[in-house]
């Protein structure tokens, strides 16, 4: 210990900066231990959960909350003295009343009318990405076609195609349908992939410009591997808009099977327990959809999310 005097000599009594660092560190050490000091003390702020206990523990509480409100706040909500909002149980019993060969009948309906609308749109959105990079005048009318297609609304497009699509046969997908889950996902998977092959490293191209390549050559070379992680992107984004399109369609077309006529049939049916069980399984489909995409897109370009190859 040292202190300075008012001349500027140094005399005891004061502490030195070393002096001080060591008894900041001390005192830090100290405040770290528990009140018995038997060991160091929990530092909240520093604890990191993994992401899938984050989920799971949000997944339980929104479960709770559900259950307690269905129960109480909203026990005497709905048309027709039917409990409009059912609880988690009543949900679950309605699911396996209803039997597996009713939610096999008719998802079975609606996702194979979802993926061909999936294929459609997305082959007709990267077709058209490419051309525009082969062909950059048609920048604008690509774009231009894209907006419109993201702008209208959806119901107005779903009642014209009931005049102009025939109805199906029973178990049959609904033109509709499919033509509104393409439509669902044309206009993000045109903006991502045109984002993704403009963000080819310029150098590159010019390395194939200059050893005679054409457009099409910087395409298939450079611009193709460049936009890999925005089109797979894209592309799982549109498993769920596809999916949510193909049931819009069927709520607009006179198909018997389907998510979109056995919701309207339980409505009609004042059936909550079935109506929310429907919601539910859509959900989770979508989601699986989404979360195999994920995985495939990690798997093909490993490297668009910061994972080695």
């Known amino acids: 210990m040292s202190t300075e ?32 000091g038997r060991g160091a003390r929990i530092v909240w702020e520093d604890v990191r959960l993994p992401s899938w206990l984050i989920g799971a523990i949000g997944i339980v509480a929104v479960i709770i909350a559900w259950w307690v409100l269905a129960d109480t706040v909203f026990s005497n909500v709905g048309a ?10 009543q949900v679950i019993e309605g699911l396996f009343s209803s039997g597996w060969d009713f939610y096999a009948r008719n998802f079975g309906v609606t996702l194979a009318e979802a993926g061909i609308g999936y294929a459609w749109g997305n082959a007709l959105a990267l077709l058209l990405s490419a051309v525009v990079l082969v062909l950059p005048r048609l920048e604008g009318v690509v774009m231009q076609l894209a907006i419109i297609t993201y702008c209208v609304p959806i119901v107005a497009i779903g009642i ?16 509709n349908a499919i033509f509104l889950a393409a439509l669902s996902v044309f206009f993000t998977t045109v903006v991502s992939t045109l984002l993704g092959l403009k963000a080819a490293d310029r150098s590159a191209l010019d390395v194939v410009a200059v050893y005679g390549g054409s457009r099409l050559t910087q395409l298939r070379k450079v611009r193709l591997i460049a936009a890999l992680p925005s089109i797979l992107n894209a592309l799982q984004i549109a498993v769920p808009a596809a999916f949510l399109g193909a049931v819009l369609g069927e709520f607009f077309g006179k198909v018997q099977y389907g998510i979109g006529p056995a919701m309207i049939a339980a409505q009609q049916g004042l059936d909550a327990p079935r109506v929310w069980g ?15 995409l994920g995985v495939v897109a990690r798997a093909i370009a490993p490297w668009s999310k910061g994972t080695a190859a």
């Not at 027709?80 to 149980?89: L, T």
């Not at 014209?160 to 033109?175: H, K, N, R, S, T």
């Open 5 to 36: 005097r008012p001349d500027g000599a140094v005399g005891p009594g004061t502490p030195d900066a070393a002096t001080v660092t060591d008894s900041d560190t001390a005192v830090a050490a100290l405040s770290a231990q528990a009140p018995d």
């Open 160 to 175: 014209l195609l009931v005049v102009i699509i025939p109805v199906p046969d029973a178990g049959e997908p609904a033109g």
């Open 278 to 292: 429907l919601a539910l399984v859509s959900g989770l489909v979508a989601l699986v959809g989404f979360a195999l």
């Open 80 to 89: 027709g003295g039917v409990q409009s909002i059912p609880s988690p149980p």
